[in-house]
């Protein structure tokens, strides 16, 4: 058994800084057939694949995005839940089909497919030598990403990502994870919260350390405090106002 996968897998790091080097168009086409390549729910393919290389777009996105990334990489891609496609098929269906789409169920599909066709396309980028970045920060602004891009009825951008040959000066490395015992629960949910606690007590140390050493002492911040703070402030509150205008989620 080789250990090649798990070796590049727990290599991974999210790269913000890239050369000025543009993705040839047979990197960005093997990139997204190996997105292809990804099990999807039913066999229903509910995702399409935006790629960006256009400076303008970009420009339009890093707007929503306030992240510079989405302009200096190598290319930009945008992952969407897409049903127009499923929507096109069957004139005479079109009411069954159309309530199907806006089944909370169907939401999770195209999330979920959407989610394995980009982690397959990040892991074989990474093989390649590239850097990558996710942007969830294009969901900032929904309506604006659909008209950037023209999205049709039955579309949702989930987020997007960047990609790239890392910059000389990059020197990310792998973040601590949460332990094994943390994450994986054997036969049945482990729920003793003394138990969580102290797992969790322990890695926020260890994320604390992390951060200290990479920052010569000026970040030392846990991961619970990292947590708290960003989930206690209101993210994103127009979600579902967006999706049910893109015929997701009906009322
Ligand atoms: C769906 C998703 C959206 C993300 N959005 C952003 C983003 O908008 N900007 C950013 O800098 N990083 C973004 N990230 C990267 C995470 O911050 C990063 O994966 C996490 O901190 C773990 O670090 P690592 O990828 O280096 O291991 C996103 C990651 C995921 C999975």
């Known amino acids: 058994m080789s250990d090649y996968v798990y070796n590049l897998l727990n290599k991974h790091h999210s790269v913000r800084r890239f050369k000025d080097q ?3 168009d047979e990197d960005v086409k093997k ?3 190996a997105g292809q390549a990804a099990s999807t729910s039913s066999y229903l393919q509910t995702y399409s694949v935006i790629g960006i290389d256009d400076i303008e777009v970009k420009d ?7 992240q510079p990334y989405v302009v200096k ?6 992952f969407v839940i897409d049903f127009y496609r499923h929507s096109l098929m069957d004139k005479e269906k079109r009411e069954e089909l159309q309530e199907s789409f806006g089944s ?3 939401l999770l599909v195209g999330s979920i497919d959407v989610a394995l066709v980009a982690q397959n396309m ?3 980028a990474e093989d390649m030598g590239y850097g990558i970045v996710y942007l969830g920060s294009l969901r900032n602004d929904v309506a604006r990403v659909k008209e950037i891009l023209d999205l049709p009825d039955y579309t949702f951008p989930l987020f997007g990502m960047a990609v790239g040959r890392p910059a000389d000066d990059e020197q990310g490395t792998a973040k601590p994870r949460l332990p094994f015992e943390a994450v994986f629960h054997k036969n049945k949910y482990i ?9 969790i007590r322990d890695y926020d ?3 604390s350390s992390y951060y200290d050493q990479r920052t010569n002492g000026e970040r030392t911040e846990t991961w619970s405090n990292q947590v708290i703070n960003f989930m206690s402030t209101k993210q994103r509150l127009d979600m579902l106002d967006e999706l049910n205008k893109s015929g997701f989620i009906h009322k």
Do not use: W
Not at 60 to 66: A, D, Q, R, T
Not at 191 to 199: E, G, K, R, S, T
């Open 22 to 24: 543009p993705l040839p």
């Open 31 to 33: 990139l997204v057939e």
């Open 60 to 66: 339009s996105l890093k707007e929503v995005s306030g």
């Open 73 to 78: 990489n190598g290319y930009l891609f945008v």
């Open 104 to 106: 909370t169920e169907n």
């Open 122 to 124: 990040a892991a074989t």
């Open 191 to 199: 729920h003793d919260a003394d138990q969580h606690q102290a797992l």
């Open 205 to 207: 140390q260890v994320v």
